[in-house]
């Protein structure tokens, strides 16, 4: 956004000068760096980071835009929404993961941000997905679909992740195969990563199993999630024995269906849920729809 009044310099007149009017400065501004668009229904974006933000891994925080001027009052209020940030900890930046929604009150414009542009961000995270609310264990699953993927991009990111369990599944669901591309990448950066090599410790991405499935468009495995647990060709397909309370935690991130089913289906298996409080087998949370 450009700044309303120029700069001053010695030819300026003085006397002739506009009437200085305020620079709108938003609340808890930060500012875009980066967007990328994933599909005409997808875009990840980057912003700087408060110095004073602390964060876990897996958590939210409401960002947004300044909403439309009240037609009576002219007042402006802003509108935001829960994002959980998609980037680690330790990144300068935040990095958010957003779905577009052409009538969203909200991602129908912020979609449109470009790098110099500001968002607000309210500095208070918060969320369920942390390592906290987990009793410790051997193998963490992570169940996404479409945009729940974010907060998992913060986690397997995580030196915590990889040190807390021997082994670590990520599975996502998407409609058609673009949709899995931010992940995919994703994967494949950590896979590459000699930076996090060094953090983490070599060889952790060896701990790393990727589970990508679309319901709409053929791909290389296709069915929900939730019926290859069912069938057990998730299970076949990783070499891995069905989850049980003694050894496998989750963290679930998707739409509200999904949750709902896969919530029920790990209690099935004897799993319980947990809360930062009352740390137990898996967590739910989720996924922003606007
Ligand atoms: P499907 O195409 O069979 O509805 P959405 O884009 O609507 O949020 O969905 C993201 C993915 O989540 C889609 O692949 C969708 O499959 C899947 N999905 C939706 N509801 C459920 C559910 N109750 N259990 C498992 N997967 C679901």
């Known amino acids: 956004m450009q700044p309303v009044n120029g700069p001053m310099n ?10 200085i009017k305020p620079v709108p400065t938003l609340p808890d ?13 997808l875009f990840s974006f980057r912003v700087t980071r408060p110095a004073s933000l602390r964060f876990r891994s897996g958590e939210f925080v409401m ?6 001027p009240n037609p009576e009052t002219g007042k402006q209020k802003p509108l935001l ?47 369920t ?4 609310a987990l009793l410790p264990g051997k193998r963490l699953w992570l169940f996404a679909t479409g945009t729940g993927f974010a ?43 000699e930076m996090l090599a060094e953090l983490i410790g070599e060889g952790f991405a060896d701990k790393l199993r990727y589970y990508p499935t679309t319901t709409r468009e053929e791909s290389p495995k296709m ?3 939730t019926d290859l647990m069912r069938s057990g060709e998730v299970f076949a397909d990783l070499g891995v024995p069905p989850l049980c309370p003694e050894t496998d935690r989750a963290m679930i991130c998707g739409n509200l269906a999904f949750n709902l089913e896969l919530k029920d289906l790990l209690e099935s298996y004897g799993l319980e849920e947990g809360a930062n409080s009352k740390p137990a087998h898996y967590v739910v949370e989720k996924a922003f729809l606007d």
């Open 129 to 132: 997905l942390v390592h906290d």
């Open 29 to 41: 501004a930060q500012t875009v760096t980066q967007v990328t668009h994933w599909t005409d229904r």
């Open 223 to 225: 069915g929900r999630i």
């Open 10 to 19: 010695e030819i300026s007149p003085v006397t002739d000068a506009a009437p």
């Open 151 to 193: 907060p998992f991009a913060s986690l397997l990111r995580d030196p915590q992740t990889y040190d807390d369990y021997d082994e670590v599944i990520i599975t996502h669901t998407c409609r058609e195969v673009g949709e899995l591309t931010y992940g995919s990448k994703l994967i494949e950066s950590i896979r590459a990563d």
């Open 81 to 127: 929404r829960a994002y959980s940030i998609a980037s680690p900890s330790w990144d300068d930046e935040l990095e958010f993961y957003s779905i577009k929604v052409q009538d969203g009150p909200l991602t129908s414009r912020l979609q449109h941000i470009e790098p110099g542009d500001q968002i607000i961000l309210r500095p208070k995270p918060v969320g």
């Open 63 to 68: 960002i947004g835009l300044m909403g439309d």
